[in-house]
């Protein structure tokens, strides 16, 4: 079973328009923490935002928000207020604490389109 | 701190040539984690080591790649002999060692690898 579910290959977004790009996952450890990155056209990887699984209050980060709701096991990201610097691939990941190990699992990512 | 540091950014070789990616982590940082990245798979842990121990290497394909962390502050995966299929970016990440959940992986700016 997918640990990390992104079902949008793509997103489109007016530029100063907020946008949410979904994030499921599957675990049955309590205890996790949900990361998210930026992959711009340059390739790199932006680590964003951290949620963690106990945390009680949803993570932000300037412009970026997470929505964690944690019955449904979704950890959408949010971006308020889109600029055009924000078009990129986002990937939501996982890392889960009771197996021990430290490696992040990843999603299949999100294009998102910042249009003018 | 510099960041990760990935040599070489860009490899073209021949198929059947022996291939090594290099990775400088961060100081400090005692764990590092080599990730491969394509389109069919998207974002693949291969291998990870703490404090220059390899822990989890159940992602390295085949008996073809190998990777060895001889310090703290370096590492390298090898390819021996290559194959047009592992045409693929390769990023190395390097996090450190906390009590909870938080530590995000700090990631390189990775080696696309071309085999012809």
């Known amino acids: 079973a997918q640990k990390i579910t992104q079902t949008q290959p793509g997103m489109f977004v007016q530029e100063k328009e907020a946008v949410t790009l979904d994030c499921t996952y599957d675990?049955?450890?309590?205890?996790?923490?949900l990361f998210w990155y930026k992959q711009p056209s340059s390739g790199e990887m932006i680590f964003l935002i951290y949620?963690?699984?106990?945390?009680?209050q949803n993570a932000t980060e300037g412009r970026y928000s997470l929505n964690f709701q944690k019955a449904r096991k979704s950890a959408n990201l949010v971006i308020s207020a889109s600029q055009l610097g924000d078009s990129a691939m986002y990937f939501c990941a996982m890392r889960e604490r009771g197996t021990g190990r430290r490696a992040l699992t990843f999603g299949s990512g999100t294009r998102l389109q910042v249009q003018p | 701190d510099a960041g990760v540091i990935q040599s070489p950014r860009h490899e073209v070789t021949e198929m059947g040539q022996e291939v090594t990616l290099r990775c400088k982590p961060i100081?400090?940082?005692?764990?590092l984690f080599w990730y491969r990245q394509t389109m069919m798979r998207g974002l693949e842990l291969l291998i990870y080591?703490?404090?220059?121990?390899?822990?989890?290497d159940s992602g390295m394909p085949e008996d073809r790649f190998s990777a060895k962390m001889p310090n703290a502050s370096f590492s390298t995966l090898k390819i021996q002999p290559s194959e047009p299929r592992d045409s693929a970016v390769y990023f190395c990440?390097?996090?450190?060692?906390?009590?909870?959940?938080?530590?995000?992986?700090?990631f390189g700016q990775g080696t696309r690898l071309t085999v012809v």
């Open positions: 675990t049955s450890d309590p205890s996790y923490g």
């Open positions: 080591f703490n404090n220059n121990v390899p822990i989890d």
């Open positions: 100081s400090g940082h005692d764990y």
């Open positions: 949620q963690g699984s106990y945390d009680q």
């Open positions: 990440a390097s996090s450190f060692r906390d009590r909870v959940m938080n530590t995000e992986a700090f």
